[in-house]
């Protein structure tokens, strides 16, 4: 038996006036098996002729006649992402989640493939939450969530944001309930957060919860009360003492919150939200600017390496030149992939891109390294903030993630 399951993750969000600039600060930390590698890869925008399929990490599903611009930080062996931003200003990130509603041991959606799926087609973030919602009533959610031949699978929820306004989705099967947030700070981690305050769900929820007795009919419906499990899994009762104090750091930034206060949190080990233990860690991390002044760029940040205390974070600004940054991209393997052979995940490849193999191995390199990788990500925010006050114009945007990928290499070496 499996001492502790792989998964967890937190989310944050900061909508004004929780923000100290009229912007709306993302940021997720993806908590992985500890060995798992995270790439980030950039898809541009596509035209897609009719009748086409799109392949995802398991199933197949109708593509969509256009997708839109995408960058996502995901572990390698999948299709789907983690957390991402597309052209649009929509960002997403998703936690495991355990409800009263069985795990399907079926193949189907994973989590991450609807992360990844909502970004390519919706331009808000209503519009990405309607795409998950509808995928999961055709195609459902379920399949191996992390590359071991031990199954291993959960329910998801999902934090979404765009430059105006963001939303809490957690679901259970099909089953779903979403709320939306226009003010203020909040977080998500594993377990059920939504209450009686629901803003959109499911048709059939209430009447699935009354008729499984989980929920009487009578006065105010609460989702997390309705459908929480009688007995969750370890590793969800142990994201209570995290989602706590993500709220705690949260609360105690409100009115202030900046790309470099989310950092901030997502270092925080004291609270476990930075995570480093045996078996999994915090594999990726980012954090994003999305400014109201539509005028202005959107900012994504990642780190593609673990532990965002010993990681630096990275601009990435969608711009029509962009250039792939094969640095962050990890090995493909094509067809002799373990995740496409049958059975699965027989055995293991080496997924490590570059920046990752770089990064391991300048982690002993001491703390004057670490340091100096600090004040520079210290002083790309500062010329961002300038960016984005209007004080100094944006040069070759799509360049700056990679330009800022290959310094760090050449310092690491």
């Known amino acids: 038996m499996m001492a502790e399951p792989p998964q967890s993750c937190d989310c944050f969000v900061s909508l004004p006036p929780g923000s100290k600039n009229d912007h709306v600060i993302f940021a997720k930390n993806s908590d992985r098996p500890r060995d798992e590698v995270q790439e980030v890869v950039y898809y541009p925008a596509a035209s897609h002729a009719s009748g086409t399929t799109v392949e995802c990490t398991y199933i197949s599903i109708p593509q969509v006649e256009h997708t839109y611009a995408v960058v996502l930080s995901r572990p390698a062996w999948l299709w ?43 331009d808000s973030a209503w519009a990405a939450l309607r795409v998950i919602t509808e995928l999961l009533e055709q195609h459902g959610q379920g399949g191996a969530c992390r590359e071991d031949p031990e199954h291993f699978s959960y329910h998801n929820t999902f934090l979404l944001a765009d ?58 419906f609460s989702f997390s009360a309705a459908f929480s499990p009688d007995n969750p899994p370890a590793r969800m009762e142990l994201a209570k003492q995290r989602y706590k104090g993500g709220t705690a750091l949260l609360q105690e930034h409100d009115g202030s919150v900046t790309a470099e206060v989310m950092m901030s949190i997502l270092r925080d080990k004291p609270s476990g939200i930075c995570m480093d233990s045996e078996g999994f860690r915090t594999t990726g991390s980012m954090v994003s ?125």
């Open 80 to 122: 789907g992402a983690e957390m991402g931003a597309n052209e649009h200003g929509v960002c997403i990130g998703n936690e495991a989640v355990w409800t009263r509603e069985p795990v399907s041991p079926e193949e189907a959606l994973l989590g991450m493939d609807l992360v990844r799926l909502a970004l390519e087609r919706g």
């Open 163 to 220: 430059r105006q306004e963001a939303w809490v989705l957690e679901t259970a099967g099909k089953l779903w309930a979403a709320q939306k947030i226009t003010e203020g700070v909040k977080n998500i981690s594993n377990q059920l957060t939504i209450g009686t305050e629901i803003s959109a769900e499911h048709p059939e929820l209430r009447s699935v919860a009354q008729s499984q007795g989980w929920w009487k009919g009578e006065g105010e």
């Open 289 to 413: 600017i999305l400014p109201r002044d539509t005028s202005m760029p959107c900012v994504h940040f990642f780190t593609a390496t673990p532990d965002p205390s010993r990681s630096v974070f990275k601009p990435f600004i969608f711009s029509e030149s962009m250039n792939p940054v094969t640095m962050v991209v990890s090995p493909q393997y094509g067809p002799d992939d373990p995740v496409r052979t049958q059975p699965r995940f027989q055995h293991k490849v080496d997924r490590k891109h570059e920046l990752y193999k770089a990064h391991q191995a300048a982690l002993d390199a001491g703390a004057s390294l670490q340091e100096t990788m600090r004040f520079l990500e210290s002083q790309c925010l500062q010329e961002i903030e300038a960016m984005l006050r209007g004080e100094v114009e944006g040069q070759e945007l799509g360049d700056l993630f990679f330009d800022c990928v290959d310094t760090e290499i050449k310092f690491y070496q």
